[in-house]
């Protein structure tokens, strides 16, 4: 992104010329499909379109007739992108009470939220929450407050989609604290994995070509596919650096996770955690010691790489077009190969909030 100030800066001092906005390719065709986006908040699309209509050399006065809104607003938003790129287009942080309830308290609503409603109940409602949180963790929370909390988190306990619910188990407040405190307190000189997989990764070509979006008109893609077979892949985040390691498997098995490599396996990306095992093995004249920390059954929110596998979908999976099975993993390891350049760690909270990176 380039971004150049003329004169005293319209959006950052309210006088003098205003500031001229130059995109790159990435960050136009980001704010491109916010300002197409049939799903995204409405003051989303709003500043979208006010920095695109700035990048093509158009005054405050004509962004804030085009778009029906005061010049103030224009020049506000401007501004923000001027000063702080597509990070300045969200709200700021406001300011408010500190958190009442501690994070042993948000992420007992996260598993209440996320387990079975009590009999004869088929949905959570927040007075319901409150009462399971109560006698979890001994802490009265409100119904109000969980839903404050609730709606934080962007949980929606009475929205509902066909799910394996999470089982309740009599050790999942130990797991609970086992893998957060492994998260925010790694042990010295051990190397910590978050690993997961993602099978059945389905390579299919649309039948037709699909047809670019524009301004007010989505993308479309072709309903039509042929399939091509199917990819598995095993994935490993360090939590130290935020590097992923990824390998494609045949079988989603133990003996797949437990083997070593064979010759010529070097040559792949995702070979490495499995080649760190051997060298380690050479030097150290003995079997290497991995200690396994499980999470809960059906608590994916607390495995660090969920959010990577997530990420994977939407930018490599959702709306790619996969010509063979072959192309499918060049596409997957190319596209790991590239994240690894700029990883970066996940900052883990330990409040049960979504994670985000450093």
Not at 315 to 340: A, P, Q, T, W
Request: overall charge positive; charged content about 25%.
């Amino acid at each position: 992104m380039i971004i150049t100030l003329v004169g005293a800066g319209e959006g950052v001092a309210g006088m003098g010329e205003a500031v001229v906005v130059e995109l790159d390719e990435t960050v136009r065709e980001r704010l491109l499909r916010t300002a197409v986006s049939l799903k995204a908040q409405v003051r989303a699309v709003l500043r979208a379109r006010i920095v695109l209509a700035a990048a093509e050399g158009l005054s405050n006065g004509a962004v804030a007739r085009e778009l029906a809104v005061s010049v103030n607003t224009v020049r506000k938003w401007r501004g923000r992108f001027a000063a702080k790129g597509v990070e300045g287009l969200k709200d700021a942080a406001r300011a408010g009470r500190p958190r009442t309830y501690g994070p042993l308290v948000r992420v007992a609503i996260v598993a209440a939220a996320t387990s079975a409603p009590p009999h004869p109940e088929a949905t959570w409602s927040h007075r319901t929450i409150a009462a399971r949180v109560a006698g979890t963790v001994f802490a009265a929370v409100s119904a109000s407050q969980v839903g404050r909390i609730r709606a934080d988190l962007d949980l929606k306990p009475s929205r509902g989609r066909g799910w394996l619910t999470r089982r309740d188990t009599p050790d999942f407040w130990d797991r609970v604290e086992d893998v957060c405190d492994l998260y925010l307190d790694p042990p010295e000189g051990a190397v910590v994995l978050s690993i997961d997989e993602k099978t059945a990764i389905a390579a299919r070509s649309r039948r037709h070509p699909g047809r670019p979006g524009g301004p007010g008109e989505p993308a479309r893609q072709e309903f039509e596919y042929c399939r091509h077979g199917t990819a598995s892949l095993v994935a490993a985040l360090d939590v130290r650096t935020g590097e992923v390691l990824t390998e494609i498997i045949a079988r989603n098995d133990a003996v797949t996770f437990g083997r070593r490599p064979g010759p010529g396996h070097s040559r792949r990306p995702g070979q490495r955690l499995l080649a760190y095992r051997q060298t380690h093995h050479e030097v150290a004249g003995r079997t290497p010691r991995w200690t396994v920390h499980w999470t809960p059954p059906h608590a994916s929110w607390l495995n660090q790489v969920e959010p990577f596998l997530s990420i994977l979908t939407r930018r490599v999976l959702r709306h790619g077009d996969f010509s063979s099975r072959d192309d499918l993993i060049e596409k997957l390891e190319s596209y790991v190969i590239g994240r690894n350049e700029t990883a970066k760690p996940y900052k883990w909270t330990y409040d049960g909030s979504p994670l985000k990176t450093a």
